[in-house]
């Protein structure tokens, strides 16, 4: 392996550790998903920190403006079941495209105030 071979392993390494392991705080464009403070403190979770833009940067806004969300603040009652269920991020997040939600802190990681 080259040293740009080994360059590009090395990014690959550290951005995978940032992204999936790392406590998140909230990055410009991202989104925190509160609205349901209560029942995640009783499943003791943190609040979900959606990166919207590393999303965006990947597939157009109708892949999921269309028929999964609605593109408006609180019309969209996102719920982990509904989620183990297929739908809303279950949609893509189901262990074939992207991987499964069966790992609470992946999403449940806001470390904010």
């Avoid at 392996?1 to 550290?14: D, E, N, R, S």
């Avoid at 609205?35 to 833009?53: E, G, L, N, R, T």
Wanted: positive net charge; contains cysteine; hydrophobic residues 40%.
């Amino acid at each position: 392996m080259g040293k740009i071979g080994i360059t590009i392993f090395l990014l690959a390494c550290f951005v995978w550790s940032v992204v999936f392991t790392a406590p998140s705080m909230a990055e410009y464009g991202d989104i925190v998903l509160n609205s349901k403070s209560k029942s995640m403190q009783s499943a003791d979770v943190k609040p979900v920190v959606f990166p919207h833009w590393f999303h965006r940067i990947r597939f157009k806004c109708k892949v999921c403006h269309e028929g999964i969300f609605a593109m408006k603040k609180g019309a969209n009652d996102i719920q982990m079941g509904a989620i183990m269920d297929g739908e809303f991020c279950g949609k893509c997040h189901n262990g074939l495209i992207a991987w499964e939600p069966l790992y609470c802190d992946k999403c449940h990681n806001y470390e904010g105030q």
